[in-house]
Structure formats: C-alpha cells, structure tokens
C-alpha cells in the first residue's frame, strides 16, 4: 500500500531525479549532473519509493541496478518528463528561446582553441543559456554522462547517434628546421620514412598514408614513432623541440608555420582531411537549447581557421 507523504517534493523533480539515477548509474554521478549533494539525491529516491511503495532500486556495496518495478518506473518517468518539457516549452512561450544548461562535451585542443568563439557569440545571443564545455578527445556515452551533445572529430563508429556533418579539418606534415637540416634529402615522399616520427595515436600509429593533391595517387609507409601521445599539444611542442616530423591538423600549426619554427613537408603530398561532427542521442523532442546550438555549429564550423565545408558527403541527420 502507499504511504501518505506530509509536504510531498515536486513530483517532476524527483522523476528527473530518478531518470538521472539510473541513467547515470550512481547517486554520485546523479548528484553531480544535477548539481545537488547525494543526500539530496537520496532523499528524492526515497520519496519516489514511499509514493509508488515499491523497490525502484537495488544496491548493494559496489553495484546499483534498477528492480523490474524500477524499470517500468524510469520507462513511464522518461516519457512523462519529455511531454512535461514539450508542454511547458509550449505554454511558457520559450519553445524557440533557449534556456537552461547545455552539457557539450569537445576535443581538447579543438575545445580550447578554435570553439570558444563560437560559444561567446551562442552565450551573447541567449542569455538565458549557460554552458558546460567539457573537453576530452573521447566519444561520450550520451545518456549516462548527462551529455547533450558532443563535437567529435574523425569517423563516427556508434550507429546509435545522429551525426551531423559540419566541416572537415585539412592534415600536412610538419618538422622543425632543425630537424630537416639533419635529414637534408628529403625531397620524394619516398624519403619521409627516413625521418624520426611522432604519432598521434587517436588517428596514426604506426603507418602514414598521403595522397598527391593534384595527381590523386596514394603513398603508404610504415614508421616507428620515437613519440606517441593522444594529445595534439603535445604532437606541436614535440615537433617544436625537433624530436620528430609530424602529420596533424592544420590549423594548430599555423602560427608556427608563419613564424618559420616549424616547416611544411612537401606541401603537394597531405594526409585525408578529418570530418568534423557534431554527435547527439536520438531523441522525439529536442529542447531549444540544443536545436539552436546545432544550427549554430552548422553556421560558423566550416568558416573557423583551419577548417573547411566538406568534400565528401557524410552521415548526416537533421534535428
């Protein structure tokens, strides 16, 4: 039987609470997507409980996993909460005016670089948004991270998601002067294999592979990298120090090529371009926030430095 609850909580609150639960895998993680303590947390679940009278739950010291009743509970809690944020969206008056909080999960360097424009001109023009811009340079698991969204660069492997296609990033090689002034016959692309390498390992790890940009033709070789690292930054500044040549996206090293700290290795010979996605869950509705940022991106990405529309026609869905 159900228990009577003096000064029951917001009903919509705890089933977005328990939503995050259980999609988030923790209290812990709950708590921190929706930024409340645990305890806080723990009490809303609780409530849920004591409303319905069933388990939703079952924990034990190292595991949490939702009971049958849990599952049907976080079934019906998904739906209703979807049609309470089209509803409320609707009657507000704020369907096409973006509020809340959008999570958006970018590459590092990309993030750091190249996105904080855009985003300064996203916030400028809804005032009403505020951003979490978190950056690492893997693939998220949308629903249990809490993310939105994520700008992904390279291939998409998840079927699971829609993938926007927004630009592609050119690659060239680069080296040091310095270092070419110690391998003074690189003059074919034959010759590049006598060069010490570093790899970026998230595109390159033991073989490089170019194209002629005017006669098409494709040239492969294998290296062994003195260097390898996941993080473009340090692919820059390893290639600065001269420990070896390196092939990455063209934008990072436009400065240094200006400059003449690092030059570009026979310019007619390039890596394929990198696509650049913008990834998000397949949803029925897509709150404001979200939608404009899509057609945000959709805007600037093919213009910022380094970047340019894409050649190829790629995964493409429309929110």
Same mark, same amino acid.
């Given at each position: 039987?159900?228990?009577?609850?003096?000064? =029951?909580?917001?009903?919509?609150?705890?089933?977005?609470?328990?939503?995050?639960?259980?999609?988030?895998?923790?209290?812990?993680?709950?708590?921190?997507? #929706?930024?409340?303590?645990?305890?806080?947390?723990?009490?809303?679940?609780?409530?849920?409980?004591?409303?319905?009278?069933?388990?939703?739950?079952?924990?034990?010291?190292?595991?949490?996993?939702?009971?049958?009743?849990?599952?049907?509970?976080?079934?019906?809690?998904?739906?209703?909460?979807?049609?309470?944020?089209?509803?409320?969206?609707?009657?507000?008056?704020?369907?096409?005016?973006?509020?809340?909080?959008?999570?958006?999960?970018?590459?590092?360097?990309?993030?750091?670089?190249?996105?904080?424009?855009?985003?300064?001109?996203?916030?400028?023009?809804?005032?009403?948004?505020?951003?979490?811009?978190?950056?690492?340079?893997?693939?998220?698991?949308?629903?249990?991270?809490?993310?939105?969204?994520?700008?992904?660069?390279?291939?998409?492997?998840? =079927?699971?998601?829609?993938?926007?296609?927004?630009?592609?990033?050119?690659?060239?090689?680069?080296?040091?002067?310095?270092?070419?002034?110690?391998?003074?016959?690189?003059?074919?692309?034959?010759?590049?294999?006598?060069? =010490?390498?570093?790899? #970026?390992?998230?595109?390159?790890?033991?073989?490089?592979?170019?194209?002629?940009?005017?006669?098409?033709?494709?040239?492969?070789?294998?290296?062994?990298?003195?260097?390898?690292?996941?993080?473009?930054?340090?692919?820059?500044?390893?290639?600065?120090?001269?420990?070896?040549?390196?092939?990455?996206?063209?934008?990072?090293?436009?400065?240094?090529?200006?400059?003449?700290?690092?030059?570009?290795?026979?310019?007619?010979?390039?890596?394929?371009?990198?696509?650049?996605?913008?990834?998000?869950?397949?949803?029925?509705?897509?709150?404001?926030?979200?939608?404009?940022?899509?057609?945000?991106?959709?805007?600037?990405?093919?213009? #910022?430095?380094?970047?340019?529309?894409?050649?190829?026609?790629?995964?493409?869905?429309?929110?």
């Amino acid at each position: 039987m159900k228990k009577n609850i003096s000064q =029951p909580a917001d009903r919509i609150t705890i089933l977005q609470t328990f939503v995050r639960i259980a999609e988030s895998g923790s209290l812990s993680a709950a708590a921190a997507q #929706l930024g409340t303590s645990q305890p806080t947390i723990s009490r809303r679940l609780q409530t849920l409980e004591q409303l319905l009278g069933v388990k939703l739950i079952q924990r034990t010291t190292h595991t949490m996993k939702l009971t049958d009743d849990g599952e049907r509970c976080y079934q019906h809690a998904r739906r209703l909460i979807e049609h309470w944020q089209i509803m409320e969206d609707e009657v507000s008056g704020v369907r096409d005016e973006p509020v809340g909080v959008l999570r958006v999960r970018a590459p590092h360097a990309f993030g750091q670089d190249q996105l904080i424009g855009p985003l300064g001109d996203y916030l400028q023009r809804y005032p009403q948004i505020s951003i979490e811009w978190i950056l690492n340079d893997h693939s998220p698991d949308f629903i249990p991270a809490g993310v939105d969204c994520a700008i992904h660069v390279g291939p998409v492997t998840d =079927p699971n998601v829609v993938a926007v296609l927004l630009a592609e990033v050119p690659r060239i090689i680069v080296a040091a002067p310095s270092l070419l002034a110690d391998n003074p016959l690189i003059k074919e692309v034959a010759h590049l294999a006598r060069l =010490p390498w570093i790899a #970026l390992s998230t595109f390159y790890r033991n073989e490089i592979t170019l194209h002629h940009r005017v006669r098409g033709e494709l040239f492969r070789f294998d290296i062994s990298p003195r260097l390898s690292t996941d993080s473009l930054y340090a692919v820059r500044k390893a290639a600065l120090n001269g420990l070896g040549a390196a092939m990455a996206s063209s934008w990072m090293f436009k400065a240094d090529l200006e400059e003449g700290a690092l030059q570009h290795v026979l310019a007619d010979w390039q890596a394929a371009p990198l696509p650049i996605y913008l990834l998000y869950p397949y949803a029925s509705y897509y709150p404001a926030r979200l939608r404009k940022f899509i057609d945000l991106m959709k805007e600037v990405m093919p213009g #910022l430095t380094g970047t340019r529309p894409p050649m190829t026609k790629g995964k493409d869905a429309q929110a």
